[in-house]
């Protein structure tokens, strides 16, 4: 009984010229792909998957089938029953096929968020996988019987090799050459939030935009704390070998991309994919069709790097590998002179800011303080004393004066919003001064660099025409991190009003208050009974009106007491209650304007230290990081 299939995992092998053309054609469409992918509907993506898909599920099969008969024709007799009912493999090839259409989706997202340079590295290796491929090939013939030489050169040395020299290739690329924006200013959860949300930008699918921004979230959030703690393990070869471990992550995307070449070598061998079906039987045509692609390959390159090009940057990352070899690169650290002009800007810009901050809270308190007689024209009213004598009947006459005070002072001035104005106000202006620096440090390295050529390589003065954008980044940060991490405005007003209130209800003024206000609420039931005696005494000779008569006697002589009560109290205590009171919003105006004061020197020495850091506002591990 015929237990083979030979088709289903081998055939004859295929020429150079003709995987050569398909993996360029395979690049190609992988790149149109992701490129489709990134703007297309749910459902255009699911097809996108499912085309990139079946390449993968080709190799997962073939791997796994190869397997499987290796061990089935050393185990088992030729002919048995369980030969027969393994040797084909349907159960296993419909099982693969969900991992390949997710191993699809993942290759896809990841290489939404590719530049050009690695775009480039996916080429080559694609080119250097068509030679490897006839190399093996050759070198296996006199080893492994010629139907099975294909799936066994690409199920063992050809996907490893793939794999290393991929993984190695984009290692040496990031670790190099790109770097990653520099985010030890910042913290991992503010990195990583933003990554997600903006690698969500600009993809139509959600669930799509969603597994993009879960690959920046991973990426950025895991860049940041390696930023933030590599550089300080105790030796070099401790952060060489915890860099090479960080960037293991990349060879996750190197197996899936050796895995969807793979499966395109494999559909090759097929015969599913032929390079006459493209350009006939003619050489002169194989010829003309392989040279377009190969003169497609730099107009591809140029689209991405345009698509990559930040026109207010012009620093090449080839000039930063330089300095590794160049006589310089020992000279990486900003010159004195340039650390020394953004220490002495820090300087001044502190005390420029605390100038204004004493001037901008002395403004905002101008309307509170004058408010305090507004608070004590209320309290020595009657509608005022009736209102804290039910407060005090209830319990609540504390909360009622603070109420009352804070209504007066703070609500009817506006003091929450005019505060969150002045720091938002204040921190744009500090993003504009340093921002402004920019100019000045240029000038002093343009000097520099005329006597020094060294300094050009210690602070690039191309990429310094770019500072002023990361001045403005790293205060995204910073406000994002720093900044929410510090006493925000909003708790900050907060605390003012909650410690003028407390501060206030402390006073013996206030304290007094509570007790007089009780102990005439005791005396009010006499003194109702004393005014309804003597109104009925007036009004008795007058009949039957005689009981409304007395009513509204009792009520204006109540009233009238107690206006002359409330008038009196008020001469006593007023000024003393206005001192007490415009005393504490002193003490409270010159505690806010410390704590703005220390929350702008904060903000500004994380700007200046993100500036000191790198001048291009790039993390490069091999220059930063050991």
């Known amino acids: 009984m015929r237990t083979q299939d030979p ?14 053309m398909w993996l360029i054609l395979a690049f190609l469409a992988f790149l149109l792909v992701t490129m489709l992918a990134r703007g297309a509907p749910c459902w255009g993506v699911l097809l996108i998957s499912l085309v990139v898909a079946y390449p993968l599920w080709r190799s997962l099969h073939e791997s796994s089938l190869f397997n499987r008969r290796l061990l089935l024709t050393g185990a088992t007799r030729e002919g048995c029953l369980t030969r027969r009912w393994l040797w084909g493999g349907r159960i296993g090839a419909a099982l693969r096929v969900l991992p390949a259409v997710i191993m699809a989706l993942l290759v896809l997202t990841f290489a939404m968020r590719l530049n050009a340079h690695q775009w480039a590295i996916l080429l080559f290796d694609a080119l250097l996988l068509a030679v490897l491929y006839g190399v093996m090939q050759r070198q296996a013939t006199s080893q492994i019987h010629e139907q099975m030489l294909g799936p066994y050169v690409r199920g063992w040395p050809l996907r490893w090799l793939n794999l290393g020299g991929l993984t190695l290739a984009f290692f040496a690329l990031t670790f190099f050459v790109l770097g990653a924006p520099d985010l030890r200013q910042a913290t991992w959860q503010t990195v990583a939030e933003q990554a997600f949300h903006a690698g969500r930008e600009g993809v139509a699918c959600p669930w799509i935009g969603w597994l993009v921004g879960t690959w920046e979230y991973l990426e950025q959030g895991s860049w940041a704390l390696a930023q933030r703690y590599i550089p300080g393990l105790p030796s070099v070869e401790w952060r060489l070998a915890a860099w090479l471990l ?28 032929r390079v006459e079906s493209v350009t006939g039987d003619s050489a002169l045509s194989k010829t003309f069709i392989l040279t377009i692609l190969i003169l497609a390959m730099p107009t591809f390159y140029a689209a991405l790097r345009l698509q990559d090009l930040d026109p207010s940057q012009f620093a090449t990352p080839a000039q930063k590998a330089l300095n590794v070899v160049d006589p310089c690169h020992d000279r990486l650290a900003p010159p004195a002179e340039i650390v020394a002009t953004l220490s002495t800007e820090q300087v001044q810009l502190n005390e420029a800011i605390a100038q204004r901050i004493d001037a901008e809270v002395e403004r ?38 603070a109420a009352q005070l804070e209504s007066h002072l703070f609500e009817a001035t506006d ?41 050009r390589f210690a602070l690039n003065p191309a990429a310094l025409s ?36 407390a501060k206030v209800a402390a006073k013996k003024s206030m304290q007094t208050a509570a007790v007089v206000a009780a102990k005439l609420a005791a005396k009010k039931g006499g003194g109702a009974m004393a005014a309804a005696v003597g109104a009925a005494a007036v009004c008795a000779p007058s009949g039957p009106w005689a009981l409304v008569c007395g009513l509204g006697a009792g009520v204006a002589t109540w009233l009238a007491v107690d206006k002359i009560a409330i008038e009196i109290e008020e001469s ?21 304007k410390e704590a703005l004061r220390q929350q702008q020197t904060m903000v500004i020495g994380a700007l200046v230290e993100q500036i000191k850091t790198t001048a291009d506002g790039v993390f490069i591990p091999a220059r930063d990081g050991l």
């Open 7 to 20: 088709s289903s995992i081998a055939s004859a092998p295929t020429t150079f010229w003709n995987s050569l």
């Open 246 to 273: 960080f960037l293991l992550q990349l060879s996750l995307f190197a197996l899936l991309y050796t895995r969807l070449l793979l499966g395109v070598l494999t559909l090759i061998e097929s015969r599913q994919l």
């Open 364 to 401: 905002i308190f101008v309307p509170i303080e004058a408010a305090v007689d507004d608070y004590l024209d209320w309290y020595f009213t009657v509608v005022g004393e009736y209102e804290r004598l039910a407060a005090l009947i209830v319990g609540d006459f504390p909360q009622l004066l």
């Open 415 to 455: 003091f929450h919003a005019q505060l969150h104005t002045l720091e938002q106000t204040l921190f744009q202006d500090t993003l504009t001064q340093l921002a402004g620096v920019s100019q000045m440090v240029q000038d002093q390295i343009a000097a520099q660099a005329a006597a020094d050529p060294c300094v």
């Open 466 to 501: 770019g500072l002023e954008r990361d001045v403005w980044r790293a205060g995204v940060a910073v406000g994002s991190g720093v900044a929410v991490a510090a006493t925000t405005t909003a708790v900050l007003s907060q605390k003012v009003v909650a410690a003028v209130m």
């Open 572 to 592: 006593v205590s007023r000024q003393t209650m206005r001192e007490e009171i415009l005393e504490v919003l002193d003490e409270e105006k010159e505690a806010l």
